[in-house]
């Protein structure tokens, strides 16, 4: 990797960042990296302007974490309960590895709307 600056350090790597993408009836909130209490409020933020769409359905892509916590966990309690209305237009991944292993460990994995 290049240096970036002039004094050699490398460009800091976003711990947390968000893409979110409307294919057709979809839309797609995917969160990458970790998802903790410093990054839970963008996070709900972007998961909320997605249910204020039109779209049919609404997916939040977790694989891309590698880390979640309690605060991460709440934020998409609080979403299934938002939705519980219409329980098939918001649904998750299930993610992989720390992040699939917390679903299971909270026993979330049985109550979650996921894919």
Do not use: C
């Not at 409307?22 to 998802?35: D, H, K, P």
């Not at 990054?39 to 880390?67: C, K, N, P, S, Y």
């Amino acid at each position: 990797m290049a240096a970036s600056k002039e004094d050699g350090r490398l460009p800091a790597v976003p711990r947390f960042a968000i893409q979110a993408s409307r294919r057709g009836a979809t839309y797609v909130v995917r969160a990458l990296g970790e998802l903790d209490l410093e990054h839970t409020e963008q996070f709900r933020r972007a998961i909320e302007e997605a249910e204020a769409t039109d779209a049919l359905r609404v997916v939040v892509d977790l694989d891309g974490l590698w880390f979640i916590d309690s605060t991460g966990l709440r934020t998409l309690v609080a979403a299934a309960r938002r939705n519980a209305g219409d329980p098939s237009r918001l649904r998750f991944t299930r993610g992989t590895g720390d992040v699939a292993a917390m679903f299971r460990l909270t026993a979330l994995d049985q109550t979650l709307p996921f894919e």
